[in-house]
């Protein structure tokens, strides 16, 4: 039997080139997935990330002085600014953000907007109505800090969290100084069921403390309602966001007003800046047996009728509804609606006029645009935006009211209620 033989100096040469090329085309493919990954980790920025990486690249078209348009002048600017700005410049994200903004803003449409992922977050939450957090009302106080009032028998108060307490760090994050309230929210909601470390301090208390609560879910109520003093039968409600949960609320104080004799309806949509679509047709055919809630009108299409609902809860009986500057949206769409189908007279202040419709389309980052696709009229074909809805009896209500816990827009409303009875 021969002995074995090793591999001839040659082939041993030839072996290490081979090993060399593929460690070389290892390394090679291995920083080509890196530089991928990072390209895009900054596309999250919907293509303004392409600027980041394209200085002085011309765009197509011709500025006003009839050369080129690039982003080349962008660049220029913003090397001036990193030269001579006093203070701390942003990090890529924030450029990209600030690049989206300004690039909407060349639009004219105050409702065409971007929201950062905080922002954005809340907003899903809000409109779904619940959310996993600790039962309190997140200010921020005149010098900056962040404040806490706990609502009775929720997680936060069950843990001894008191009135003004002031939140200094969530889960040993210390909060930046010119943290927003909808970022300190944002840290502070979670997912049902986990803990969130709170580091509090209260004023008369010498050193800061931690308490750890676990979230729960929390409800965000929508409605609230009572029977009125005074005239009998008269049933209150106010809507204060349309979210997913509105509808299911609304019915639910509809039965429980009309169990303690309501005759006679106040609906209240002072101060509701709107919410979804689909809550504002569902409520306002609660109030419709059928017919038009509103057109749609889009660019290039047909009007699109929004239809009620058969089956409303309350139908017949006597309603009034009250409207201010700070109705819009979703709300016109409903005080509109049954301002121009005679089913209910509305008092109080024109409202805001914002009848558009904003398509929201959520970015790989978390934040979203929400741009302007359509425009709402009403029955009547009443354009909302811009004009507003006029009441049928007009009535101020002036801040001296307000301190005396007066409401002339809601005394008026009963009036009318119940004129003649």
């Known amino acids: 039997m021969l002995p074995k033989r090793g591999p001839s100096p040659r082939l041993l040469r030839v072996g290490i080139r081979l090993m060399r090329s593929h460690r070389t085309l290892r390394t090679l493919l291995v920083a080509l997935t890196i530089t991928g990954l990072v390209l895009a980790a900054f596309g999250a920025g919907i293509g303004t990330a392409w600027l980041l990486f394209h200085r002085g690249e011309p765009l197509d078209g011709e500025d006003q002085a009839g050369g080129p348009v690039g982003f080349g002048l962008f660049w220029e600017a913003w090397d001036k600014v990193e030269a001579y700005f006093y203070g701390d ?16 803003a060349t639009l004219g449409d105050a409702h ?6 905080e922002v954005r977050t809340k907003e899903k939450q809000d ?76 004023a008369g208390v010498a050193d800061a403390w931690v308490v750890e609560i676990v979230r729960e879910e929390i409800p965000n109520p929508s409605v609230e309602f009572r029977m009125l003093e005074g005239p009998a039968g008269v049933g209150y409600v106010r809507v204060l966001l349309f979210s997913d949960r509105t509808d299911g609320e609304v019915k639910e104080a509809l039965s429980h007003l009309e169990a303690q004799g309501m005759l006679r309806l106040v609906l209240d949509l002072r101060g509701n800046g709107g919410g979804l679509l689909n809550a504002a047709i569902d409520v306002g055919s609660e109030f419709l047996g059928d017919g038009v809630i509103a057109y749609q009108v889009s660019k290039g ?57 904003q398509s929201v389309v959520d970015l790989s980052d978390g934040s979203s645009l929400h741009i302007t696709s359509a425009q709402w009229e009403t029955p009547n074909r009443h354009q909302i935006s811009g004009q507003g809805l006029t009441p049928d009896a007009e009535v101020a209500i002036t801040d001296d009211d307000r301190a005396q816990g007066l409401d002339p827009q809601l005394d008026r409303a009963v009036e009318l209620l119940t004129a003649g009875n």
Not at 112 to 117: A, D, G, N, Q
Not at 131 to 158: E, H, N, T
């Open 89 to 104: 410049l942003p990090d890529t994200q924030h450029l990209v953000w600030g690049a989206i903004r300004g690039s909407l």
């Open 112 to 117: 065409t907007t971007f929201l950062e992922p």
């Open 127 to 202: 409109l779904s109505g619940r959310f996993g957090g600790i039962g309190a009302r997140v200010s921020k106080a005149d010098d900056g800090s962040i404040v806490l009032y706990p609502m009775a028998d929720l997680p936060a108060a069950k843990a001894g969290v008191q009135a003004s307490d002031i939140l200094i760090a969530v889960d040993g994050q210390t909060l930046a100084s010119d943290i927003t309230v909808e970022q300190a929210v944002a840290l502070v909601r979670g997912e049902v069921g986990s803990s969130v470390a709170l580091t509090l301090r209260r």
């Open 301 to 357: 299409a047909l009007p699109m009728e929004l239809n009620a609902k058969r089956g409303g809860a309350y139908l017949e009986g006597a309603l009034v509804v009250l409207i201010d500057g700070g109705t819009a949206s979703a709300s016109e769409i409903v005080a509109g609606a049954l301002q121009d189908r005679g089913r209910a007279r509305l008092v109080g202040d024109k409202s805001f006029g914002k009848g558009s419709v």
